[in-house]
């Protein structure tokens, strides 16, 4: 008999380290890619999986997240009973009447969910990831195992260590140690630069779950965490197990290539994983058609470029080109320069502009002349013409949010912009020569 599964996604963390991207929006919600949100990706994993059988936990901004799973997620409609992607936002369900206080608690205040399905296995995870992954074969090597709970592990570099869950696994891959987020994490024993993490991804058997949750919310001690409470509490069962990521094998993946994992919870990190997708043979390939990345589709015309003027009588080219970049539906590029860059749906870039290594989100609208390297620039923007964001470390500092980035190949200081959502028509214009000012499109 085949092996039912319910997946609980928790999505209702607040995300501070992505603000101003998470002001009026949860983390999961947050763009990516060009025309995705960030929850998509565990999304599709589940549904490529086979595994259609999906709540999304969420609590905090949670207004734009819930939109877009309503929108573009609702596969319970017409479908046969079982599948559904439902959202389900907090509800203080105990009698304290508290949002939720911790990973183990969100799931605590739903299990009347998990008792209505009574699935065999409940997989618990994350919705602020990007990654492709085949949850079935994890659900495969959690009932070899004849676990009560497995967790998915990725090596990470020893210095990024302090943010996660550190594991130590035996030959058989048996937990036998584990560290939430230490300040000395033990490394692997064939490479001291290195140690394997938790990914946040866990499959329970569903009863053990229920137990182990109601015992935990008991506790005057716990802080109601996975990471903190409820797996360490396991490591003594000898039933804990840690579930390798790399061997994780995608359908059209590149199986010479080591599979791709990226926590976006930082500025710097979300606009490194963005900039990931511009290479050649990006790592995280989203034309993958054997394992698609699903979203909400809007109804828009294609990307357009136009003018080809190579010099006009102000010494000036006026080419829509887009280079080593992204452009995604009802874009225009008029008469600019786009490269290294991800636009997202319905940018509007004029004459003469130049974008550069940057993302920029739904409906921006960057005027005549203006400048942009390095910048991250929220839905809804219009910049106005001869805007420079970018070039002067001070001059952005006191508009907006910067970013150290690391240094480029000859030490220079570089730097990442990020303007807010709806920070509309931006007050500062750089005075050009006149001829250049009064330059029709």
């Not at 319970?76 to 389900?88: K, L, M, N, Y």
């Not at 495969?140 to 090596?155: M, R």
């Not at 990226?262 to 990006?282: C, Q, S, W």
């Not at 001059?395 to 220079?412: I, S, T």
Request: proline share 5%.
């Amino acid at each position: 008999m085949k092996t039912s599964v319910l997946a609980m996604i928790l999505a209702g963390g607040e995300g501070s380290r992505l603000a101003p991207l998470t002001n009026q929006r949860a983390k999961p919600a947050v763009p990516f890619g060009g025309k995705y949100r960030i929850i998509d990706f565990v999304l599709s994993n589940f549904v490529n999986s086979g595994i259609d059988s999906i709540f999304v936990l969420t609590q905090f901004k949670s207004q734009s997240l819930m939109e877009h799973i309503i929108n573009g997620w609702n596969i319970s409609t017409a479908q046969s009973r079982g599948r559904f992607i439902i959202p389900v936002p907090a509800q203080m369900q105990t009698s304290d009447r508290t949002w939720y206080r911790g990973t183990a608690d969100a799931i605590y205040q739903n299990l009347h969910l998990i008792e209505d399905f009574n699935p065999d296995l409940v997989a618990v995870f994350g919705g602020d990831h990007i990654y492709r992954m085949d949850v079935s074969q994890m659900v495969d090597f959690h009932v070899e195992k004849n676990a009560i709970a497995t967790v998915a592990a990725i090596p990470v570099p020893i210095q990024d260590a302090k943010q996660f869950g550190v594991i130590e696994v035996d030959e058989n891959w048996r937990i036998v140690g584990f560290q939430e987020k230490p300040e000395n994490p033990t490394p692997l024993p064939n490479d001291k630069n290195m140690c394997l993490a938790s990914m946040g991804n866990y499959i329970f058997n569903a009863q053990d779950l229920c137990s182990l949750l109601k015992k935990d919310y008991s506790s005057k001690e716990s802080v109601h965490d996975f990471g903190k409470n409820v797996i360490p509490d396991l490591v003594k069962t000898k039933r804990l197990y840690a579930y390798n990521f790399y061997s994780n094998i995608i359908p059209g993946q590149d199986i010479t290539r080591k599979p791709y994992w990226r926590d976006v919870g930082t500025l710097k990190a979300y606009f490194e994983a963005n900039m990931d997708l511009r290479a050649i043979h990006p790592q995280l390939d989203l034309y993958n058609q054997k394992w698609p990345i699903y979203n909400y589709h809007f109804s828009l015309p294609p990307a357009r470029f136009v003018h080809n003027e190579d010099v006009d009588r102000y010494g000036l080219t006026r080419i829509g080109k887009a280079i080593n970049s992204i452009v995604c539906d009802g874009c225009i590029v008029s008469g600019s320069t786009v490269t290294n860059s991800i636009l997202f749906n319905q940018v509007f870039v004029h004459s003469y502009a130049t974008i550069h290594n940057s993302i920029l989100l739904n409906d921006v609208d960057v005027g005549e002349h203006s400048r942009i390297r390095n910048a991250i620039i929220d839905k809804h923007n219009i910049i106005p013409r001869n805007t420079i964001i970018g070039y002067d470390y001070d001059e952005d500092a006191k508009r907006y949010m910067v970013v150290d980035l690391d240094p480029d190949a000859n030490g220079e200081r570089q730097w990442l912009t990020v303007i807010p959502k709806d920070r509309h028509n931006l007050k500062m214009e750089l005075q050009l020569p006149k001829s250049i000012e009064t330059h029709e499109k």
